[in-house]
């Protein structure tokens, strides 16, 4: 399944863009959430065509 890639900068390398604590929020609760909901998506079709 997916996971969250290792950022290969941190986020105050984008401070001058955007704030560490936007930048946090967005890769650690809406990045993850998306991924959750992809794998969980994923994994109901695996079920749903019997693949496992």
Do not use: A, C
């Not at 997916?2 to 990045?31: A, M, N, W």
């Not at 993850?32 to 019997?50: A, F, G």
């Amino acid at each position: 399944m997916y996971r969250l890639p290792v950022l290969p900068y941190s986020f105050e390398d984008l401070d001058p863009f955007i704030d560490t604590h936007t930048l946090g929020l967005h890769y650690h609760k809406h990045e993850q959430n998306y991924l959750n909901k992809l794998n969980k998506l994923l994994w109901k079709m695996i079920m749903i065509l019997d693949i496992v």
